[in-house]
DNA sequence: TTGCAATAGTGTCAAATTGACACTAACATA
DNA sequence: TATGTTAGTGTCAATTTGACACTATTGCAA
């Protein structure tokens, strides 16, 4: 059907976690300049089975979001060489991190999505269309699930929502809203944290299952 | 950043246009089989380009609206090689189909997208993908005027939706509704068809351009 | 010329949804 | 026990959505 066409195919994630109550995007750096975590795609590797495994290798996370994004390969991305890349978004759970990512190959590091460093080809753009695919994705599905740790209040949630939308949200018309999804439900736990009152915590009703609504 | 991998690129193309009331798929045969127009992406090319290059020679369609849908590669969706294609859907105007399209290789033909004959590799799983895509689409973009010809009468816009959609529409609610998203325009011209009141012809106010909406 | 067949075109009202808005409750600490 | 801080809750007006039926205009046939 098809001659052989020589090229780089490759796979890029971007992968976003809330830290700090900030947007967050994980980078890898090789030598000088950073770049997003991935790389070759290997023969009778799946695309989704090479991005995850790219970014375990050389961030350490797993079990994380994955979506495919957009493919990229305007000739001249790469200097000199055929790049083709599909690109890719994950979502961290909050909780998952435990402190800083175990970086297997080269440093690692957390950069606010709004005030990221210079990134090599056009990753740039590719985080930014991400950015704009997560953003829309809140308004109709339940996707803000796969940012939260296991156990979360419904001020949290919300910060989270407001973070990514970069925008105040009433307090009660957002939980009025989330409540009706009915993709949440209670523990019976509360949240303890030091000199103000106990916030119940929720937790998703079909973890690592993302749901289209209204 | 990566070492070369060696597998075939290809693009496959969705061609979508509005014949008889029905939602059709133009596709092309190769001996036995029917499959998507498409093929290699050369050195050099973007990939948007070689996708057009491929709809054109194959089947004599240009100037058609074109979208990336998503990037398929598992392993084993071609035998014995390694076969990652980025398929796209296009949206051809009912009005640029000169009576059946101009093949430049091999036969091509119409088929309606709920009654496929059997088609190579995965394509019936990319047609599927895109006809998910295109109907969600209508709900919040303008992008149906893509599949229009140059004008139109509003009931031949709900006559569209109804098509993709599967379901019959309100028909003041659906004008009332179109004519806000603001995205039309009155030619002042009427089509004149034997037996029945002439009715108002309209068109695009941006050709070629989709909007968001809502 | 008149009637008929066929499609174009138009507005109202009830129901549902959205969005603005402010106070009380519960806890830790001083 | 007073204070600071965040959790948690309901109403009402405005807007949007969706159901619903009749008149208008044309070509053609009787």
Same mark, same amino acid.
């Given at each position: 059907?098809?001659?052989?066409v020589?090229?780089t195919?490759?796979t890029d994630?971007?992968?976003f976690?809330?830290?700090? @109550?900030?947007? /967050?995007? !994980?980078l #890898?750096?090789?030598?000088?300049?950073w770049?997003?975590?991935g =790389?070759?795609? @290997?023969p009778g /590797?799946d !695309?989704? #089975?090479?991005?995850?495994?790219?970014?375990a290798e050389?961030? =350490?996370l797993?079990?994380?979001?994955l979506?495919?994004l957009y493919?990229?390969?305007?000739?001249g991305r790469?200097?000199g060489?055929?790049?083709v890349t599909?690109?890719y978004?994950a979502?961290?759970?909050a909780?998952?991190l435990?402190g800083?990512p175990?970086?297997l190959?080269?440093?690692?590091?957390?950069a606010?999505?709004?005030?990221?460093?210079t990134l090599?080809?056009?990753?740039a753009?590719?985080?930014a269309?991400?950015?704009r695919?997560?953003?829309s994705?809140?308004?109709?599905?339940?996707?803000?699930?796969?940012?939260?740790?296991?156990?979360f209040?419904?001020?949290e949630?919300?910060?989270?929502h407001?973070?990514?939308?970069?925008?105040?949200?009433d307090?009660r018309?957002?939980r009025?809203?989330?409540l009706?999804?009915d993709?949440?439900?209670t523990t019976?736990?509360?949240?303890?944290?030091g000199g103000?009152r106990?916030?119940?915590l929720?937790?998703?009703?079909?973890?690592?299952?993302?749901d289209f609504?209204?």
């Amino acid at each position: 059907m098809a001659d052989p066409v020589p090229l780089t195919l490759t796979t890029d994630v971007v992968p976003f976690a809330i830290r700090t @109550e900030r947007l /967050e995007v !994980l980078l #890898v750096g090789r030598s000088v300049d950073w770049r997003l975590p991935g =790389g070759p795609i @290997e023969p009778g /590797e799946d !695309l989704d #089975v090479a991005a995850r495994r790219h970014l375990a290798e050389q961030t =350490g996370l797993c079990q994380v979001y994955l979506e495919q994004l957009y493919t990229f390969g305007q000739p001249g991305r790469a200097a000199g060489q055929r790049a083709v890349t599909v690109a890719y978004y994950a979502l961290v759970p909050a909780g998952s991190l435990s402190g800083d990512p175990v970086p297997l190959a080269d440093r690692t590091g957390w950069a606010m999505v709004d005030a990221l460093p210079t990134l090599v080809l056009d990753h740039a753009k590719i985080v930014a269309l991400a950015r704009r695919r997560l953003a829309s994705k809140l308004a109709y599905s339940t996707i803000v699930l796969q940012l939260m740790p296991e156990r979360f209040t419904l001020s949290e949630l919300q910060t989270v929502h407001e973070t990514i939308l970069g925008e105040p949200l009433d307090k009660r018309n957002f939980r009025k809203r989330i409540l009706a999804l009915d993709c949440i439900e209670t523990t019976g736990e509360m949240a303890q944290r030091g000199g103000r009152r106990p916030a119940r915590l929720f937790r998703a009703k079909h973890p690592g299952q993302v749901d289209f609504v209204k």
